[in-house]
Each structure stands twice: as structure tokens, then as C-alpha cells.
């Protein structure tokens, strides 16, 4: 299973968004790797990169609404992160496109979106719920 | 400052380890012991007022193992999927070593990671390697720098 206990950042809404995002990723996974043929997997492959690309951004904003929120001193560094993921996912889709869905290409991105996901989340989203914790703050999820 | 620099290197993949994989039992040896002929390696190029790079060697066993536990699914080769995964790796360290030193005197930025073992024909002022011991595998660390 792609979501671990470990990840859970202690503020319901956004651990709920965190699992929920998780399962989807989990899910595009699956289909990538599976031993259908490219044209079987390719509709669930479209299906779940346009969920990405509108359900990444909603998170997203969600996420930094709640930093705002609680005066997160590096939400201006944290947002640029997010931007930049935004970019890539829309790139690469853009790119599928343009190729013809290219195989390679969406095996590529999902190796990278495995490991930048786990870091993000496991890493980087674990030092707003750290300084949450500090501040007293935690609770004040939306 | 450039011990200050490879010191970097090892502590941010101690991190990634730890946050990534929640291994907290890591240990590091000199490069001589690390014996490995199937390996993956992944250069991240400094540019700036240092320039080089920072080859990250994922034997297939250290790299079949962190891509099964991140996913949690199982991989036998090394494929593009893979491939792919190891290197973001590689840049999510790299980058938390150009963030941990920001507020040096040196100016560096890093580049995309690169499949592949830049040549030894090349000279450089700084050149310090390790092997760093997980459950998961080893990995090597070799860091080559020239002061622009």
C-alpha cells in the first residue's frame, strides 16, 4: 500500500487530502505497472492525469490556505514547491499528448511523482505540521 | 567549506533515509569496501561558484528495495519507472543540500540528474566519496568539485 501511518500529519483535513491524493496515485500505479497491453491501461492513464491535474492544484491551495492560515514562516518557499509540480504535471501531459502517449514518458513521470510525493508529504509537508505543533496551532485545520 | 559541503551530502541522504523510509540505522564507510558491479548511477551537476558534480551509485538491490517500499509494490528490473524514481531521489538530496547551505559565501545551483558515470578523465581540487549502509543497501556518494 502506497500510504503509510508514518505520513499522517495530525490535521484531519489535510491528512484526509493526503490519503485521498495517495490513493489515486496508488491507483494510476497500479494500472501503469499492470501486464495489460498500453491500450488497455491508456483510459485509466488519461482518466487519472486529469484528475491530477485538478485535484493537485485544489490541495494545493488548500494546503497553503492553511499555512496563511497559521502563519507558516516558509509558505512563500513551500508555495514555489507546489508551483513547480503544478508546471511539471502540466508539461508532461502536454507532452503525452504531443507524443501520442508515449509509454516511456508516463512511466518516467510516475517514477518521479512516486518518489517526489513521498518526499513531499513525509519531509516537506512534515515541517508545517511540526511548526503547527510548536505554535499550539494544530487543530486549526478548515 | 568544502568539508562543510560533502558533510552535506551525507547528512541530507542520512535524512532522506530517515523521512523517506523512516530507517533511522545508517552508518557510512569508506568507499573502498563497497563492491558492486550492477549498479545505477546518477549524476547531479553543480554549476556556479563551484562547479562538478555528485554521482549517487544505487546498486539494483538498494534501488529495487526503496522503489518496493515506497510503492509497495514489486519490482524485479531496473526499468524506466525505476530509473526515473532512484533519480528524483538523487535531486531531493541534492536540493536539500543547496537549501541547507544557502546562506553560504559560495553561489551553486544544481542541475537535472543524469543516468550514467560522468568520465574520471577530468581533474578536480575536491574529491571525496563514502558508502553509505542502509537495511535497505548501500549507497556511494562520490562528490567532485573545482572553485570556479
Given at each position: 500500500?502506497l500510504?503509510?501511518?508514518?505520513?499522517?500529519?495530525?490535521?484531519?483535513?489535510?491528512?484526509?487530502?493526503h490519503?485521498?491524493l495517495f490513493?489515486?496515485v496508488?491507483?494510476?500505479?497500479?494500472?501503469?505497472?499492470?501486464?495489460?497491453?498500453?491500450?488497455?491501461?491508456?483510459?485509466?492513464?488519461?482518466?487519472?492525469?486529469?484528475?491530477?491535474?485538478?485535484?493537485?492544484?485544489?490541495?494545493?491551495?488548500?494546503?497553503?490556505?492553511?499555512?496563511?492560515?497559521?502563519?507558516?514562516?516558509?509558505?512563500?518557499?513551500?508555495?514555489?514547491?507546489?508551483?513547480?509540480m503544478?508546471?511539471?504535471?502540466?508539461?508532461?501531459?502536454?507532452?503525452?499528448?504531443?507524443?501520442?502517449?508515449?509509454?516511456?514518458?508516463?512511466?518516467?513521470?510516475?517514477?518521479?511523482l512516486l518518489s517526489w510525493l513521498i518526499n513531499h508529504v513525509a519531509?516537506?509537508?512534515?515541517?508545517?505540521?511540526?511548526?503547527?505543533?510548536?505554535?499550539?496551532?494544530?487543530?486549526?485545520?478548515? | 567549506?568544502?568539508?562543510?559541503?560533502?558533510?552535506?551530502?551525507?547528512?541530507?541522504?542520512?535524512?532522506?533515509?530517515?523521512?523517506?523510509?523512516?530507517?533511522?540505522?545508517?552508518?557510512?564507510?569508506?568507499?573502498?569496501?563497497?563492491?558492486?558491479?550492477?549498479?545505477?548511477?546518477?549524476?547531479?551537476?553543480?554549476?556556479?561558484?563551484?562547479?562538478?558534480?555528485?554521482?549517487?551509485?544505487?546498486?539494483?538491490?538498494?534501488?529495487?528495495?526503496?522503489?518496493?517500499?515506497m510503492?509497495?509494490?514489486?519490482?524485479?528490473?531496473?526499468?524506466?519507472?525505476?530509473?526515473?524514481?532512484?533519480?528524483?531521489?538523487?535531486?531531493?538530496?541534492?536540493?536539500?543540500?543547496?537549501?541547507?547551505?544557502?546562506?553560504?559565501?559560495?553561489?551553486?545551483?544544481?542541475?537535472?540528474?543524469?543516468?550514467?558515470?560522468?568520465?574520471?578523465?577530468?581533474?578536480?581540487?575536491?574529491?571525496?566519496?563514502?558508502?553509505?549502509?542502509?537495511?535497505?543497501?548501500?549507497?556511494?556518494?562520490?562528490?567532485?568539485?573545482?572553485?570556479?
Amino acid at each position: 500500500m502506497l500510504w503509510k501511518d508514518i505520513y499522517e500529519l495530525g490535521v484531519p483535513a489535510i491528512d484526509a487530502q493526503h490519503k485521498e491524493l495517495f490513493s489515486r496515485v496508488e491507483a494510476f500505479l497500479q494500472v501503469l505497472r499492470s501486464k495489460e497491453s498500453w491500450e488497455e491501461k491508456l483510459p485509466k492513464i488519461n482518466e487519472t492525469l486529469e484528475f491530477m491535474k485538478g485535484y493537485v492544484v485544489e490541495h494545493f491551495h488548500d494546503e497553503e490556505e492553511y499555512q496563511k492560515k497559521i502563519n507558516y514562516p516558509k509558505y512563500e518557499a513551500h508555495k514555489q514547491v507546489h508551483i513547480g509540480m503544478v508546471d511539471y504535471v502540466l508539461e508532461v501531459s502536454k507532452q503525452f499528448e504531443e507524443s501520442d502517449n508515449n509509454e516511456n514518458l508516463m512511466q518516467q513521470f510516475g517514477g518521479k511523482l512516486l518518489s517526489w510525493l513521498i518526499n513531499h508529504v513525509a519531509a516537506e509537508d512534515q515541517q508545517i505540521a511540526d511548526y503547527a505543533k510548536k505554535e499550539g496551532v494544530s487543530g486549526n485545520g478548515r | 567549506m568544502v568539508d562543510k559541503l560533502y558533510k552535506a551530502f551525507v547528512d541530507a541522504t542520512y535524512n532522506v533515509f530517515n523521512l523517506m523510509f523512516n530507517i533511522s540505522d545508517i552508518s557510512d564507510h569508506p568507499i573502498d569496501e563497497f563492491a558492486c558491479d550492477n549498479e545505477l548511477d546518477i549524476s547531479v551537476g553543480i554549476v556556479g561558484e563551484l562547479q562538478g558534480e555528485v554521482i549517487y551509485r544505487f546498486p539494483v538491490v538498494t534501488s529495487l528495495n526503496m522503489v518496493n517500499i515506497m510503492s509497495g509494490m514489486e519490482f524485479e528490473d531496473v526499468d524506466i519507472f525505476v530509473t526515473s524514481a532512484i533519480s528524483e531521489i538523487a535531486n531531493i538530496i541534492s536540493g536539500n543540500v543547496i537549501t541547507a547551505l544557502s546562506d553560504n559565501v559560495f553561489r551553486y545551483d544544481i542541475l537535472p540528474p543524469v543516468l550514467g558515470k560522468p568520465s574520471d578523465a577530468k581533474e578536480y581540487e575536491i574529491e571525496e566519496n563514502c558508502c553509505i549502509c542502509t537495511s535497505l543497501g548501500e549507497i556511494c556518494l562520490d562528490v567532485r568539485l573545482n572553485r570556479a
